[in-house]
């Protein structure tokens, strides 16, 4: 079986904890600084007064004047979901996150360990506590996993058998699928609302009239593909963090702040000369929220003139000044994977070469060896850097 | 796609085919909803490290646009696959 667990509104319940009395009252997850003025999740007294997530601000205070809004702690959420996933793979649940507060885990593995599916699902929910109202679908296929955790109530596991599969999804909205807004308005507009009537249509049908999009949410409302759950590889625990006597907005300090981290976090000795691939830095705003963007390097690199490089120009995104910041190298590689030379540049090694080239040349015929010439290596498309010439003297 | 003949012709009044070094070559790409490669050659992706877009030439007749992903394979294999948005078809290609 396939468990999928999902926690509803987790960046609004990460950022709560500051302030836990907004819970009992109407308040939403106020809009990124820099986006569209829409709400994030919303508390079930905001629900209540008709405020729903995804409103446009304005919108949303006309229609619950006393609307609290919670700033954004992305940093905070970030933490809390980490916290979350360990507490599953410590109970011994291979776990694969697909998104803040929306994880899959197999229960195959487990269930001899806890006695059976339900105990091992309820072992789940118990790991991950209750101040998350967190609620458990499990299925034989991920879609239908993810159906059946929409539907659960907070703290409840809901099964479903293959057999039941296609009465179970038949009434559930067309919301579950992963489609773009207007693609729903498409399925309305045709009288499609709900999951049972998308897959009643003719696939070729729906293939032809909503694209590829369209065909996928029709394989989905009919169950979806076997596809397995991978657990992922647990990150690194390595981080160093800098907390300023008072908030800095100043962009150069803040670079100079950050080349500090570089070097501290690259020097401290759980890292054991291991190169690192992804990086995250993330930062208290002196307006009370938190910020935070991940990186993952090209190549794996414990250089840190590059990580600072590559990491600089996000400082520049920071939407106020900044009361503390933090890198965390969030996942490590061994220091392994860099071609070497495979010949040495020595003459006798040279000269062994040529008369390599002139053997396969010998057997091969003519413009089997090439040379790799330059013609445009500035060029973005990567084929029109260099070309292969015959190399036939 | 890969333009090889214009090159190749080019250079033909010196008597030598050339080719072009990295050419793409089309590849079978399973994407998810958003576009992501999910299995790569018939092998599942374990990890997306990078994505990336690339466009260029939009002042010819033959414009580049390309939305790259480099992604470690289950087999540990690293490679860079795209989506060409003019042909529609994914390939992979070295040297990215």
């Given at each position: 079986m396939i468990a999928c667990l999902a926690i509803p509104g987790l960046e609004l319940k990460a950022a709560l904890q500051r302030t836990p009395t907004l819970a009992l009252r109407p308040a939403a997850l106020a809009p990124e600084p820099q986006g569209e003025p829409l709400l994030g999740p919303v508390t079930a007294a905001a629900e209540a007064a008709g405020v729903r997530p995804g409103m446009r601000l304005?919108?949303?205070?006309?229609?619950?004047?006393?609307?609290?809004?919670?700033?954004?702690?992305?940093?905070?959420?970030?933490?809390?979901?980490?916290?979350?996933?360990?507490?599953?793979?410590?109970?011994?649940?291979?776990?694969?996150?697909?998104?803040?507060?929306?994880?899959?885990?197999?229960?195959?593995?487990?269930?001899?360990?806890?006695?059976?599916?339900?105990?091992?699902?309820r072992r789940a929910l118990a790991a991950v506590g209750t101040e998350w109202d967190a609620r458990i679908g499990a299925a034989g296929r991920r879609f239908a996993a993810l159906a059946a955790a929409s539907v659960a109530r907070p703290g409840?596991?809901?099964?479903?058998?293959?057999?039941?599969?296609?009465?179970?999804?038949?009434?559930?909205?067309?919301?579950?699928?992963?489609?773009?807004?207007?693609?729903?308005?498409?399925?309305?507009?045709?009288?499609?609302?709900?999951?049972?009537?998308?897959a009643?249509?003719?696939?070729?049908?729906?293939?032809?009239?909503?694209?590829?999009d369209g065909r996928r949410a029709w394989d989905l409302a009919r169950g979806g593909a076997a596809a397995r759950v991978r657990g992922r590889r647990p990150p690194a625990l390595v981080a160093a963090s800098l907390e300023f006597p008072e908030a800095v907005g100043n962009?150069?300090?803040?670079?100079?702040?950050?080349?500090?981290?570089?070097?501290?976090?690259?020097?401290?000795?759980?890292?054991?000369?291991?190169?690192?691939?992804?990086?995250?830095?993330?930062?208290?705003?002196?307006?009370?929220?938190?910020?935070?963007?991940?990186?993952t390097l090209r190549e794996p690199s414990a250089d840190p003139e590059r990580i600072r490089v590559a990491l600089a120009p996000r400082l520049a995104e920071l939407p106020a000044p900044v009361g503390e910041l933090r890198l965390e190298l969030v996942e490590l590689t061994e220091p392994t994977g860099h071609q070497l030379e495979l010949l040495a540049a020595g003459a006798e090694d040279r000269s062994r070469l040529r008369d390599g080239l002139?053997?396969?040349?010998?057997?091969?015929?003519?413009?089997?060896?090439?040379?790799?010439?330059?013609?445009?290596?500035?060029s973005r498309v990567p084929e029109s850097r260099a070309l292969l010439v015959p190399k036939d003297e | 796609m890969v333009t090889r003949s214009r090159i190749a012709g080019s250079a033909g009044a010196e008597g030598r085919v050339v080719a072009r070094f990295n050419a793409p070559r089309a590849a079978r790409v399973e994407a998810d909803a958003n576009g992501r490669p999910l299995d790569v050659n018939h092998r599942?992706?374990?990890?997306?490290?990078?994505?990336?877009?690339?466009?260029?030439?939009?002042?010819?007749e033959d414009p580049v646009v390309r939305g790259y992903f480099e992604v470690v394979l289950e087999s540990g294999e690293n490679t860079v696959v795209f989506h060409d948005g003019a042909s529609g078809g994914w390939y992979t290609q070295r040297g990215a």
């Open positions: 304005g919108e949303a205070l006309a229609t619950c004047p006393s609307l609290a809004l919670v700033e954004p702690d992305a940093a905070g959420a970030e933490r809390a979901w980490e916290e979350i996933v360990r507490a599953l793979e410590d109970a011994g649940f291979a776990v694969e996150p697909a998104s803040l507060g929306v994880a899959y885990f197999e229960t195959r593995g487990v269930e001899r360990l806890y006695g059976g599916l339900e105990p091992a699902l409840q596991v809901v099964v479903v058998a293959d057999e039941e599969l296609p009465q179970f999804l038949a009434p559930l909205p067309l919301t579950l699928l992963p489609l773009e807004r207007g693609r729903y308005e498409e399925l309305e507009a045709l009288g499609v609302r709900k999951l049972g009537q998308l009643g249509l003719p696939g070729g049908a729906v293939a032809e009239r909503l694209g590829p962009e150069l300090t803040l670079r100079r702040a950050l080349a500090g981290l570089v070097e501290s976090a690259l020097a401290q000795p759980e890292r054991r000369d291991r190169f690192i691939r992804k990086v995250a830095l993330a930062a208290r705003l002196e307006s009370g929220g938190s910020w935070r963007r991940t990186l002139r053997q396969v040349r010998a057997s091969t015929g003519s413009g089997s060896v090439c040379t790799v010439v330059e013609v445009a290596p500035w | 599942a992706v374990a990890l997306l490290r990078e994505e990336w877009r690339v466009v260029d030439r939009w002042w010819t």
